[in-house]
Nanobody, 120 residues
Framework: VQLQASGGGLVQPGGSLRLSCAAS????????MGWYRQAPGKQRELVAA??????NYGDSVKGRFTISRDNAKNTVYLQMNSLKPEDTAVYYC????????????????WGQGTQVTVSS
């Protein structure tokens, strides 16, 4: 199972970016998909996560970021609006996935990270 993230870049304050993350491989089911971020010198924090029944956002992004999923494509998106310099970080895609096979266990998988820089 692999997660491939894309969409990061440099944007001015107040601008927008859209991140994408596609899960591929031997997947039986996906329980949750989401995004975390880590700024230099800080701990990794939740940005947004979406399960089949709930959606959660970090306090600092509520009202500005929107997470969505395309279950048919095993893809999660993060629409980021009204970006601020403090949103600058490496953004990591995360998914809780049950691989195909005899086991019913699910595991957390991480994408490679994509840099988002908000600066004028």
């Amino acid at each position: 199972v692999q997660l491939q993230a894309s969409g990061g870049g440099l944007v001015q304050p107040g601008g927008s970016l859209r991140l994408s993350c596609a899960a591929s491989g031997s997947i039986f089911s996906i329980n949750a998909m989401g995004w975390y971020r880590q700024a230099p010198g800080k701990q990794r924090e939740l940005v947004a996560a979406k399960t089949t029944s709930s959606t959660n956002y970090g306090d600092s992004v509520k009202g500005r970021f929107t997470i969505s999923r395309d279950n048919a494509k095993n893809t999660v998106y993060l629409q980021m609006n009204s970006l601020k310099p403090e949103d600058t970080a490496v953004y990591y895609c995360n998914a809780n996935i049950r691989p195909r096979g005899w086991s019913s266990a699910s595991y957390d998988y991480w994408g490679q990270g994509t840099q988002v820089t908000v600066s004028s």
